[in-house]
């Protein structure tokens, strides 16, 4: 009796090639959302120090949005330079909540 040809293994559902595209999606979104939130949170900031230097509303935040288009290009393309994905997600997302909670403190005590 011929030998049979042994069945081709089944592939987990996380195969190499899924794996690899799960990370580069986690890593797209790290790079975007993690990147608009810091630079939520740079604006935010940067608003309420010129606030507080006595700067007009406008011009505080218009000169907060400038820099934030400059460190928002930066951070994505930081996301993609770091090796490590949870660093991406603490530098990007806790450095944008920390920024945005301070401008929160400032714009309270200031009022």
Known sequence: MP???AAPPRSSPLTSTNRSRLHV???????????YAFVWGFVSLGGALG???G??????????TWFGYLLFVAGV?????V?????????????GALMTGAAWLLLRSLS
Do not use: H, I, T
Request: aromatic share 8%; with cysteine.
């Open 3 to 5: 030998e049979r040809d």
């Open 25 to 35: 999606a986690s890593r797209v979104a790290a790079s975007l959302l993690g990147s």
């Open 51 to 53: 606030l507080a230097a």
């Open 55 to 64: 700067l007009a509303y406008d011009d505080a935040f218009q000169l907060s």
């Open 77 to 81: 393309c930081g996301a993609f330079a």
């Open 83 to 95: 090796s490590s994905l949870a660093r991406v997600w603490a530098v990007l997302g806790g450095g």
